[in-house]
């Protein structure tokens, strides 16, 4: 767990999962409408795996994706934003200077909102003792150089691969799978992550996991907004809600 004296507002934006990419466009507009006030957010929360592959040090991944990038960074001037890096986005703080950028390392993230303890993450902090090793082989510099030097013939690979996934299956048996984890431990209010694109919310005696929703997988995103003690995080739909009243 990694303290920070971060202070989660109402009226933040959550988004999470957007793998965003030439087959996934649509989170491009959602920002976009927060680039020109049409969503008005108090702060931006990005849970990680927000580009369907954006690698620092990868002039190839950050090319492609730049309008992006370049809009995210001029709301960043505006209003906080928070990164969780996810396992499709990573080594980001020389790509968003302004952003408060947190890598695997630093998660779960530990929040304040109002009285409540609230921990973030991406959501695969705490894999197998194989993931943990990939995960610091793909973050590797001399393993991200080697990429560079070969990033047009293995990224369309990459492409071709990611395309193909579906990424809104649901997971079963995710509550027991949960509770296995013993995410009580750290001593939290909320639990929220992303990652595995569930949207679901379990309540136990001492604190309340959320996984939320993809964006990637019909465009959900989550509004901070405390109502009767119980609720933390309210769900909205883009295109519902700003494309067709």
Not at 137 to 150: A, D, E
Not at 163 to 189: P, Q, S, T, V
Request: aromatic share 16%; charged share 30%; with cysteine.
């Amino acid at each position: 767990m990694y303290h920070s004296d971060l202070e989660l507002k109402e009226g933040a934006f959550v988004i999470a999962d957007a793998h965003f990419s030439h087959k996934r466009p649509q989170l491009q507009d959602f920002i976009q409408d927060i680039y020109s006030n049409k969503l008005q957010p108090t702060q931006l929360i990005f849970m990680g795996d927000i580009f369907d592959a954006l690698f620092g040090g990868i002039d190839l991944t950050i090319k492609r994706d730049e309008k992006l990038i370049k809009l995210i960074n001029a709301i960043s001037e505006k209003i906080e934003i928070i990164y969780l890096e996810g396992n499709h986005d990573f080594n980001l703080k020389k790509v968003f200077p302004n952003v408060k950028v947190f890598g695997i390392t630093q998660q779960p993230l530990l929040c304040k909102y109002k009285d409540k303890k609230v921990l973030l993450a991406h959501g695969d902090f705490d894999g197998v003792w194989t993931y943990k090793i990939y995960v610091k082989i793909v973050r590797n510099n001399f393993v991200l150089k080697f990429l560079k030097l070969f990033d047009k013939k293995i990224l369309p690979i990459l492409d071709n691969y990611l395309n193909k996934k579906n990424d809104c299956n649901e997971f079963i048996g995710f509550k027991d799978f949960i509770a296995k984890r013993e995410l009580n431990k750290y001593g939290c209010d909320y639990f929220i992550e992303g990652h595995y694109h569930q949207n679901k919310t379990y309540i136990y005696d001492d604190f309340t996991y959320i996984n939320v929703a993809s964006f990637a997988c019909n465009q959900r995103y989550f509004i901070v907004k405390y109502f009767k003690d119980k609720e933390l995080l309210r769900e909205k739909l883009f295109y519902k809600d700003t494309k067709n009243g």
